[in-house]
Each structure stands twice: as structure tokens, then as C-alpha cells.
């Protein structure tokens, strides 16, 4: 945790913390929308894309272990993004003890953010459990479309409910009358 700052040159006035919580709930609504960061897919959109590749069967080739290692290591890549998205959620939740106005919406995107990340132990549920890329006897099941199905359902459910938390944060804002880039 950040316990303080050091700043270099003249003394700056302590900042308003209520515009600060409302300046950042402003960017996380921009950053959780984003669909496109440099030449990278994000947001939604990634999540999509994410859930086109597991049911896409020719990049789940049956019998290439290695591919499937492969595709199975980016996919964890993502998975671990879903993993922590629920790290926002304590903050949420004191910003609502500060911010009456906004209070049910933060606290729902709270919810939203935990249960995107809940939506991890579905995507291994549907492996039969966690599977370590480096267990060679496990990566078989991969090549299964059924299988790789049930995940992709997980992904667009994890989708749904990012795009509900934004939702929630944006109302949150709108509430307290601070929509957009006022």
C-alpha cells in the first residue's frame, strides 16, 4: 500500500478527496469502456474476441500438446485479468461511505466487479478443475469444443458483468450530478 508521496518542488495544497474519488471514477468508467488500447483489443471487445478463440476449434488442435500449451498459457493470461478484478471492489465500497449520492451504484459495480471475478472458478469448472498449463496429461480436454464452450460461456458472463460495473459507476456519477467530463 501507498502510505505517502514524495513530491519534488513547491508545496501543493492537500487535494479535495471527494473530486479525487469522483476524477477516478471518471477513468475507471474510460478505462473499463475502452475497446481498443495501441493496436490491442480491450474491454468488452477483448472479452469477446477471448470467447470467439476458445470456440474456434482450429486453434484447439487435438493431439498438438504444444499448441495447446500455448493457447491454454494465453488464456491464463486473460483468466489472471478476471482473477483481480474484483481488487477495485474495497474501494468502491469505502468511496460509498463518502458519497451518499452515489452509494447504491458504487455499491453495485462493487458487486459486479466480484462477481466478474467469481466467474474464474466457472472457467475452471469447466476444465474439471485448475489445470496447470504444464500438466500434459490434463491439455487434451482442451481440444474439446464442449469444453471450451462452457469457458466461453464463463468469459461472456465475466464480460457481462464488466460492462455492469461501468454501468453502475457511471450512474454513480451521474447521481451526484458529475456525468462525462464534468
Known amino acids: 500500500k501507498t502510505r505517502g508521496l514524495i513530491l519534488i518542488g513547491d508545496k501543493v495544497a492537500k487535494p479535495d478527496l471527494a473530486e479525487l474519488r469522483r476524477d477516478t471514477l471518471k477513468w475507471a468508467v474510460q478505462a473499463l469502456r475502452t475497446t481498443r488500447a495501441g493496436t490491442l483489443t480491450a474491454g468488452p471487445a477483448a472479452y469477446d474476441a477471448w470467447a470467439a ?87 487434451p480436454v482442451l481440444a474439446d469444443h464442449a469444453v471450451r464452450e462452457k469457458a466461453a460461456a464463463a468469459i461472456r458472463a465475466a464480460r457481462d458483468r464488466h460492462v455492469e460495473a461501468a454501468d453502475h459507476i457511471e450512474k454513480a456519477l451521474l447521481a451526484a450530478g458529475r456525468a462525462g467530463g464534468q
Open 53 to 139: 478463440d476458445m470456440a474456434a476449434d482450429e486453434f484447439w488442435p487435438a493431439g498438438d500438446l504444444a499448441v495447446l500449451a500455448d493457447h491454454l498459457g494465453a488464456h491464463y493470461d486473460a483468466m489472471t485479468t478476471v482473477a483481480e478484478r474484483n481488487l477495485p471492489a474495497p474501494w468502491l465500497r469505502d468511496a460509498a461511505k463518502h458519497e451518499p449520492a452515489m452509494a447504491a451504484h458504487l455499491e453495485a459495480a462493487a458487486k459486479a466487479l466480484d462477481a466478474e471475478h467469481e466467474t474464474i472458478y466457472a472457467m475452471h469448472d469447466a476444465y474439471g478443475g485448475y489445470m496447470d498449463p504444464h500438466d500434459e496429461k490434463r491439455l
